[in-house]
C-alpha cells in the first residue's frame, strides 16, 4: 500500500484480546507518521506488542479541542495521522468524535479503519433476535439523571445496549429493574474477548440476585442488553406523544413525529388523532 499523506485514519483497536486487530488496522498504525491516542502509555504497549515505533500524541477527552488542533495542523503539513483510543472504535463512548468534526470542518479526508466494537460484538453473542436495537452507551452516574433517561426509553421496542463500569453497575442494574419491569431480558456482557470473558442472560428480576451471587460477577467492564417493550408494555405511549405534538401539529405530522418516537404504527396514530381532533 503506497503511503497516503494528509490522510486522518479512525482505527479501531482491541476491545481485549489483542488478536482481534484487523491487518488493515496494523498497516496503517505502521505506515502513519503519528498517532493521536486517548492514553499514549496504554496505546504504547500496543504498539510496541507488535513491534510499531510511531510517536505519540494524548487526545483525551479533557483536551480533545487542542489536540484536534494538532492533529489539523499536521494533515496540513501532509503528515498522515491515525485516531485510535484506549480500546475498540474511537468516537463511539470514546474520545474522537470532536477531532473528527473538527478534521472534517477543514475539509480534511477521514478515512474508517473498522474493527472491535464492544456494543455489536455483546449482541452477536446475546441470542436476543431483536431486527432493531438502540445503542445508547453510558447512562448518567447519577441516579435520579438515570432514572429519568430510562423512562424517556422504556416503552420503545428495541433492544436496548448499554455500556457501564464496575462501580455502578449494582445500581444500574436496580434502576433498569425498577424502571423497565422485572419481565424483560438482560444480557450482562463482561470483560468481553479477555480471560474472564462471561455473558449471562436473565430476567430483569433475577439481575440483582445474580449480580450479588459472586463478588466476580460485578467485575470488569460491562455491556448490558435489555430486550425491546412488547407491543403491550407499549401501548399509550405514542397516544401520549400524540396528543402532547396535536397542541401544536397538523394531524398528519404529529402522527408521524409519534410514530418515529415511539415505535407505534404511522396509520394507527393517524386515525387516532382525526378521532382526538373530531
Known amino acids: 500500500m503506497a503511503k497516503n499523506e494528509g490522510l486522518l485514519y479512525v482505527v479501531a483497536t482491541p476491545i481485549g484480546n489483542l488478536g482481534d486487530i484487523t491487518l488493515r488496522a496494523l498497516e496503517v498504525l505502521k505506515r502513519v507518521d503519528l498517532i493521536a491516542a486517548e492514553d499514549t502509555r496504554l496505546t504504547g504497549n500496543l504498539l510496541r506488542h507488535f513491534g510499531i515505533g510511531a510517536k505519540l500524541i494524548s487526545v483525551r477527552e479533557h483536551n480533545e479541542q487542542a489536540g ?26 470514546d474520545p474522537g468524535a470532536r477531532v473528527v468534526a473538527a478534521v472534517r470542518a477543514a475539509d480534511l479526508p477521514v478515512v474508517p479503519i473498522p474493527g472491535a466494537n464492544a456494543a455489536v460484538t455483546a449482541l452477536s453473542a446475546s441470542g436476543l433476535a431483536a431486527p432493531h436495537f438502540l445503542f445508547y452507551g453510558f447512562l448518567p452516574a447519577k441516579a435520579g439523571e438515570r432514572r429519568a433517561a430510562l423512562e424517556t426509553l422504556k416503552a420503545l421496542p428495541y433492544a436496548l445496549v448499554f455500556y457501564e463500569a464496575p462501580h455502578r453497575i449494582g445500581d444500574c442494574v436496580a434502576d433498569l429493574t425498577a424502571i423497565l419491569g422485572e419481565t424483560r431480558n438482560l444480557v450482562f456482557a463482561r470483560e468481553l474477548t479477555k480471560t474472564f470473558e462471561q455473558i449471562h442472560v436473565c430476567p430483569l428480576g433475577a439481575a440483582s440476585a445474580w449480580l450479588s451471587s459472586d463478588p466476580n460477577h460485578g467485575r470488569g467492564e460491562f455491556v448490558l442488553i435489555v430486550s425491546g417493550a412488547t407491543e403491550a408494555a407499549a401501548t399509550g405511549a405514542g397516544e401520549r406523544v400524540l396528543k402532547i405534538l396535536l397542541q401544536e401539529l397538523p394531524a398528519s405530522q404529529a402522527a408521524k413525529l409519534a410514530a418515529q418516537i415511539s415505535g407505534e404504527k404511522k396509520n394507527a396514530l393517524y386515525a387516532l388523532a382525526l378521532k382526538l381532533r373530531a
Not at 488542533?69 to 496540513?76: C, E, F, G, M, Q
Not at 501532509?78 to 480500546?87: E, K, M, Q, Y
Open 68 to 93: 484536534a488542533l494538532k492533529v489539523i495542523v499536521a494533515l496540513r503539513e501532509g503528515l498522515s495521522v491515525a485516531l485510535v483510543t484506549d480500546a475498540g472504535t474511537p468516537a463511539v463512548s
